[in-house]
């Protein structure tokens, strides 16, 4: 075919278009697997996009192709051997289930690196697709499944952002005193499983493939390995942290957990670790822990009745005597009331 010197050359993956390329560069483009028979291509001149293997460079392609195509093998079998230990060495072994896999993601949409990823366009017809490359596995065992396919790198990163997501839920939850049962969870138990469920595959192709061990969008200025390895330090450092000042929360309300006496007669049962209740008289109260404060032995806590109730605010303070400590309850910043141990829960 003909073609001026300046003839530009354009291919388009689902709504993205790519180019212009030289001839040259476009062959380049079709060799290095990027733009395949039923890509659709243009170039100027052309009445409009028709797809490659329709194109008047498919016979071209073809000849080229061919020419790059390795010699045939010998028959002998020193060189069978050496072809065999040389495919050992430089491809992994795939098994019949995952060429299947791996054909289906062949299918999916290109990102603007000409790999395969999710379509982002929202069509109900494209992400049909998408199915065909879910995975089970990646759903019911989330990262411990990339860790199996030795994709380590990505496990450890999507571990370190379950981490942070977790700590970051119990930390609000220690500073506002309400439970976020349901939201984080939410995150956690669905979109985490369900990215490893639809992304698995894909990333394991491009593992295989492409040879990526951490997902293009990390910083290029460190590896793979200290990327994740940064990640995962923070998680850890953040995880200490909340948790440790957790501990120190759960020592006070162990301390004042048990069957109290007020100085009018009052029985008091506190039980702020399994059930989270303070019973006071015939009345009942649901509490969560709002702030703590070790060295002073001070607990607050947002108590209520039940859902759609009004909060109460229960301040209770350890107060150290000779025979231990006895306990003084504030209810709204009123009043205190003393109380002494009377027995265990």
């Known amino acids: 075919m ?8 354009y291919y388009c993956i689902g709504q993205e278009r790519f180019g212009p390329f030289s001839e040259a560069d476009f062959v380049r483009e079709i060799l290095d697997d990027k733009i395949q028979d039923e890509t659709l291509i243009w170039y100027h001149g052309a009445a409009g996009w028709i797809k490659l293997s329709d194109s008047p460079i498919a016979a071209m392609i073809t000849t080229i192709r061919s020419r790059v195509s390795p010699p045939p093998i010998s028959s002998s ?33 290109r990102d603007g690196a ?28 989330g990262p411990l499944y990339y860790i199996k396919l030795k994709m380590y790198h990505k496990a450890a990163f999507i571990i370190s952002i379950w981490i942070i997501i977790q700590s970051i839920q119990q930390f609000i939850e220690s500073i506002s005193g309400v439970p976020l049962t349901g939201k984080f969870e939410y995150f956690l138990l669905i979109v985490i499983p369900m990215y490893c469920c639809f992304y698995v595959n894909i990333d394991y ?26 990640v995962f330090l923070v998680s850890i450092i953040l995880a200490i942290a909340v948790f440790q000042n957790f501990d120190s929360a759960d020592d ?13 007669g009052t029985i008091a049962s506190i039980d702020l670790i399994s059930k989270k209740t303070i019973s006071i008289g015939n009345s009942t109260v649901y509490c969560s822990l709002k702030n703590s404060d070790t060295v002073s032995g001070v607990a607050v806590l947002v108590c209520n009745h039940g859902k759609n109730s009004e909060n109460i ?29 009377v027995r265990p829960l």
């Not at 929202?122 to 089970?136: H, L």
């Not at 006070?252 to 009018?264: E, K, M, Q, T």
């Not at 301040?315 to 306990?327: M, P, W, Y």
Request: proline content about 4%.
């Open 205 to 230: 192709y491009r593992f295989i493939k492409y040879k990526e061990n951490l997902w293009d969008w990390f910083p290029k200025i460190l590896t793979p390995t200290q990327s994740v390895a940064s």
């Open 114 to 141: 000409g790999k395969p990823t999710i379509n982002r366009e929202g069509k109900w017809n494209s992400n049909i697709k998408n199915f065909s490359v879910a995975s089970f596995w990646g759903f019911m065992f």
């Open 252 to 264: 006070i309300l162990n301390d004042v957990s048990g069957v109290w006496r007020g100085d009018d």
């Open 313 to 341: 605010l229960v301040t209770i303070s350890k107060r150290q005597v000779k025979s231990g400590f006895t306990i003084a309850i504030s209810i709204n910043d009123s009043g205190e009331v003393q109380y002494s141990y």
């Open 2 to 9: 003909q073609n001026k010197p300046d003839t530009k050359w």
């Open 77 to 109: 079998k020193e060189d069978r051997e050496n072809i065999k230990a040389s495919d050992e060495i430089n491809e992994p072994i795939i098994s019949n289930y995952w060429k299947k896999k791996f054909d289906s993601v062949e299918k999916m949409p």
